[in-house]
């Protein structure tokens, strides 16, 4: 139906149900219609047809609008899923900071029934260290921010609980009337993260901090120290052959035994920052608020005193040693990393003092580790380019007089500085590892050179070669004295391996590799007997031929008692076991007569010969062979 406002008079008077009476009326009629009437109906038509074509925009209009006002239809439906199923728990909070409602039961995250968190003031169950941070993002958030911050709540049973929380303003009607705040739960993670943290900065055995917690403490050390004004230092601390300890209990006592030295340290330090596990048995701390040099040796004299009362290790009294190398900051200008190079210098040297002590670092000992350094290199070169020789010692009967051994002597002809005694290059070797293809060159070199001494005449003696407790520790050591002897022809019982007492400790393997070396015929005896772990269980149950005594007691046999007594000693025992004896290191005629005396069966010294190159050890042997070769004669 077609509603048309206004005056109806005009179609009333243009109705096509009006006939016109007559033609005349009109200019001209078609079909019934004058030219008037033609015109009015057209009008009327156009207008209807514009009301219409209006009506019907109007309508779809209106269709149009029912639709976009509609919206997605799902809307309702989907605040509904999400205020039922998501994963994320959210509630409201009114302006006054209580809970008015939550999407979804709580007592899983934070043990309250949703009917206890109903009206509960939300700050109730915030953690006092977190109180300050909620208070402020709620604020922000009523100002109309949006916030993210972690938070520590109290769970209903009293633990603490780490929460993520996303705040957005409540709005109605252009007023904010609280606040929606998104809750998650991050416990896990912040657990993980600390774990992540632990492992990245504690040692995991023994809970101390490691290398990269104690350096950076240590840097932050140093920086208050500078300002301040006061000295600290820094201790390198490693235990005295704690390898026995491995090997002697296992890994797992040893580890008991680094548990109980933290503890004892931890006892004399300040903060528990200040000692730290570096690797292994190596330990480092930090002294500081140090007054003076006194004050340095009185905390380090404490520090080795704790250490003194023995470990127990499955109720074994174990008593244990340390090294300690210090580093002393008066200047402020070191860093971290510098001190604790310095620190592990000094604590090198100690080692090769003897161990059991500690000393400070000097300038000259950074000299001495690059001297180190460099001879380290250097000698690699020097394997390569063959600039090592042997010097050969004779070994002397001591009832004929006459030449009976040669011992092997290593050399160094360096390029530069000429002969270098063993002792500058030595020490280098056994620390860098040198010392096993040294070592094996040595063998090889030895017999090659007795073989040719043989070929050339000379009657047969064996050569004497150190072992190093590097070499004795190979497994495959029998197989490579076995191949040198093959690949030099000499006869095996002409070469004879000198091992040191400390070599011995592990019984049941030093047992099981001297006698394979014993099996294929080679001689074996101790060097330097009386200076290390001497036991007459080892003497009894390891296949030993002679026992060679030290220079340190034979050098004073004629002016000291105690060493007298203790070289007679050593030669009445060694004969009631059916070992021979050689003494090493004899200088003079009136410790000749003694060891004559006391019935040694061998010697080895200047009062006989120095060490000499291979040519002339050759022109002696030609010039002693079956000759008295001592110039004194049997007491």
Known sequence: M??????????????????????????????????????????????????????????????????????????????????NNSPIAFAVIDRQGRFIDINRDPSDLVGFSKVEMTGKPFATMVDDDSQDITRQIFLRTLKGEKCSQEIKIIHKQGYPMDLNIHTSPLV????????????????????????????????????????RFFTNRLEEKLKIGK??????????????????????????????????IAERLSRGLSEPGDLARMEGDEFAAC??????????????????????????????????????????????????????????????????????????????????????LTIQHEMRKALQNQEFLLYYQPQYDLASGQIVGMEALIRWKHPERGLVPPGEFIPAA???????PLGDWV??????????????????????????????????????????????GLDARYLE???????????????????ELTDIGVTISIDDFGTGYSSFHYLKKLPIARLKIDRSFVRDIQQDPNDAA??????????????????????????VHFLRSHRCDEMQGFYGSKPLPSSEAMELLQAKTNRLALPVQSA
């Open 287 to 372: 002294l500081d608020g140090l007054q003076d040099d006194e004050d340095v040796a009185r905390r380090l004299d404490q520090m080795m005193v704790v250490l003194e009362e023995p470990f127990e290790l499955s109720g074994v009294p174990v008593q244990i040693t340390v090294s300690i190398g210090v580093a002393v900051c008066d200047s402020g200008t070191e860093d971290a990393a510098t001190l604790l190079k310095k620190a592990d210098t000094a604590l090198h040297r100690v080692k090769e003092n003897g161990k059991n002590d500690y000393m400070l670092h000097s300038s000259d000992m950074d000299n001495v580790a690059l001297h180190k």
């Open 227 to 260: 300002m301040n004004g006061t000295r600290l230092a820094v201790c390198y601390l490693d235990v005295d052959r704690f390898k026995l300890v491995n090997a002697s209990f296992g890994r797992d006592f040893g580890d008991m035994l680094l548990l109980q």
């Open 443 to 488: 063998i090889e070199e030895a017999c090659r050179q007795n073989k040719a001494w043989q070929d050339a005449g000379i009657p047969s003696i064996p050569v004497s070669v150190n072992l190093s407790i590097r070499q004795f520790s190979q497994r495959n050591l029998t197989d490579k004295v076995s191949e040198i002897l093959r690949h030099t």
């Open 2 to 83: 077609l509603y048309i406002a206004g005056d109806c008079s005009i179609i009333k008077e243009i109705s096509p149900w009006k006939r016109f009476p007559n033609r005349e009326e009109g200019r001209s009629l078609v079909n019934g219609w004058s030219d008037n009437g033609l015109w009015l109906a057209a009008m009327v038509a156009g207008v209807v047809l514009t009301v219409s074509f209006a009506s019907l925009g109007w309508m779809f209009a209106r269709r149009s609008s029912r639709k976009s006002s509609m919206g997605p239809s799902y809307q309702l439906e989907l605040l509904d899923s999400l205020y």
């Open 497 to 515: 391996l000198e091992i040191t007492e400390s070599m011995t400790m592990d019984v049941e393997r030093a047992s099981q590799c001297l006698k």
């Open 566 to 591: 203790i070289v007679a000693a050593i030669i009445a025992m060694a004969h009631n076991l059916q070992l021979q004896v050689i003494a090493e290191g004899v200088e003079t005629e009136d410790q």
């Open 172 to 211: 109605r009607r252009n007023k904010i009337i609280g606040l929606l705040v998104f809750i998650q739960d991050i416990s896990d993670r912040k657990r993980s993260m600390e774990r992540i943290r632990y492992m990245a900065y504690y040692d995991d055995m023994t809970g101390l901090p490691n290398r």
């Open 430 to 436: 056994e620390e860098s590892g040198i010392i096993v």
